[in-house]
């Protein structure tokens, strides 16, 4: 699949929402690109975030609970909404756009907005 096909036609099918304060902070921190965003990690100490790694701070956990973790599924902490805590394919598919497809972070917001 293209960026473009992903961009503009692939629905990846959830029913799942996300709680709406927690949508908005996220998509607009991932909008306003406030952090460098990498690859294969929620957190790369002194480089940046993947996609998963802003959510957890916009949530305020600490990155040394996001260190040697890819997914929110293998975060301890009842700050992130429950859906990410505990939804393997929403982390999976959300870490393909980042790592995968190397979407940028507005391009993540603009699908999370839109099927999350």
Same mark, same amino acid.
């Given at each position: 699949?293209?960026?473009?096909?992903?961009?503009?036609?692939?629905?990846?099918?959830?029913?799942?929402?996300?709680?709406?304060?927690?949508?908005?902070?996220?998509?607009?921190?991932?909008?306003?690109?406030?952090?460098?965003?990498?690859?294969?990690?929620?957190?790369?100490?002194?480089?940046?975030?993947?996609?998963?790694?802003?959510?957890?701070?916009?949530?305020?956990?600490?990155?040394?609970?996001? /260190? +040697?973790? /890819? /997914?929110?599924?293998?975060?301890?902490?009842?700050?992130?909404?429950?859906?990410?805590?505990?939804?393997?394919?929403?982390?999976?598919?959300?870490?393909?756009?980042? +790592?995968? /497809?190397?979407?940028?972070?507005?391009?993540?917001?603009?699908?999370?907005?839109?099927?999350?």
């Amino acid at each position: 699949m293209t960026k473009k096909e992903l961009l503009e036609t692939y629905n990846p099918g959830f029913s799942y929402k996300l709680p709406i304060k927690f949508k908005q902070k996220w998509v607009e921190s991932l909008r306003k690109e406030e952090y460098a965003q990498v690859k294969r990690a929620l957190v790369v100490e002194n480089e940046g975030y993947c996609c998963l790694g802003v959510a957890a701070k916009v949530c305020e956990v600490g990155d040394h609970k996001l /260190y +040697d973790t /890819y /997914y929110l599924t293998g975060v301890n902490s009842k700050r992130i909404p429950k859906i990410l805590r505990e939804n393997k394919s929403i982390n999976t598919w959300l870490s393909d756009l980042n +790592d995968l /497809y190397e979407l940028t972070f507005p391009q993540i917001a603009m699908l999370i907005e839109k099927y999350l």
